[in-house]
């Protein structure tokens, strides 16, 4: 029997009967599943981090999520299942190199969540997970991988801003221990704030590219005014954290921020690319101080 003879018996046969491959099957608690790609590795456990290229679909493939345009893929710190049928109980199936598309019930899952179905998803259907794994880790090993890639990017970004700097005739440059560049544009005469103290301040933020990604004083959702928010409590990134606390109130100064501290290894979808360093022209308008 030839090859080409053989390749058509086979493919008769799945038609006949199905491949396994391919084939939507049905676990005990009701999942819906298709296996694409099979590596045949160690499967991921509950606590395993798992790195994977994720779209997500309704029935009607309208597109929900892809990590594909977003630039990255995702990290998710496998649970166990919440519920029957979730996707979770799929990802337990998998391994590092294989894929496999997921129908998870729309209706299991906002009610997992505690929010209302959107009107576009229909009550009753599936949403698909069409998954990709690219890494799967222990929390021990991943913590160790994280540490080796973060010196190595923050390396690498105090060169890209060094260079960025001499290309744009920036003097004066500052720089402290975790790697937050500054410049002062302008002393302000004012108290430095603290930790938790409020803070208001104008800030426009631009790629290196000088792609501006936001500027306070054009947000129409703010209306133009200064933003506020508690500094030194994590609530914004950490290098405006460290940067805002620098400076006297009045002051102006140009922040040039690593990705380590700013949106990192995912960047924001859409806006930020990963691994982007950041430049953020920041003015101190007010400090309140804590009542602490």
Not at 18 to 27: A, E, H, L
Not at 179 to 193: D, E, I, M, R
Not at 268 to 287: Q, T
Request: with cysteine; glycine share 10%.
């Amino acid at each position: 029997m030839t090859i080409k003879n053989l390749t058509l018996l086979t493919a008769a046969a799945c038609l006949a009967w199905g491949c396994s491959q391919n084939r939507v099957q049905v676990t005990k608690s009701g999942l819906k599943y298709q296996i694409h790609e099979d590596a045949n590795g160690n499967k991921a456990k509950v606590g395993d981090v798992i790195s994977m290229q994720l779209v997500m679909k309704t029935v009607g493939d309208s597109a929900l999520r892809d990590t594909y345009k977003d630039g990255s893929p995702i990290r998710y710190v496998l649970q166990a299942a919440p519920f029957k049928g979730a996707f979770e109980e799929g990802l337990l199936m998998l391994s590092k190199g294989d894929s496999a598309t997921f129908f998870v019930s729309s209706d299991s899952l906002f009610k997992q969540m505690g929010s209302n179905m959107p009107p576009f998803i229909r009550k009753g259907s599936d949403i698909k997970f069409i998954t990709k794994v690219v890494d799967v880790q222990s929390a021990e090993d991943f913590q160790k991988s994280q540490q080796a890639d973060r010196k190595k990017q923050i390396d690498i970004d105090s060169k890209i801003l060094a260079d960025y700097a001499a290309k744009n005739g920036l003097k004066n440059i500052q720089k402290t221990e975790s790697g937050l560049h500054y410049v002062v544009v302008t002393a302000g005469s004012g108290a430095k704030p603290q930790k938790a103290d409020q803070v208001s301040v104008h800030y426009a933020g631009r790629l290196l590219t000088g792609k501006e990604f936001d500027n306070s004083r054009r947000n129409p959702q703010s209306g133009g005014r200064p933003i506020d928010f508690q500094i030194g409590v994590g609530g914004v990134i950490p290098g405006w954290d460290e940067g805002v606390m620098l400076m006297p109130k009045g002051s102006k100064y140009t922040f040039l921020i690593p990705s380590s501290l700013a949106y990192g290894e995912q960047g924001v979808p859409g806006n930020i690319p990963p691994n982007s360093p950041l430049v953020f022209d920041v003015e101190l308008i007010d400090i309140k101080k804590s009542a602490q």
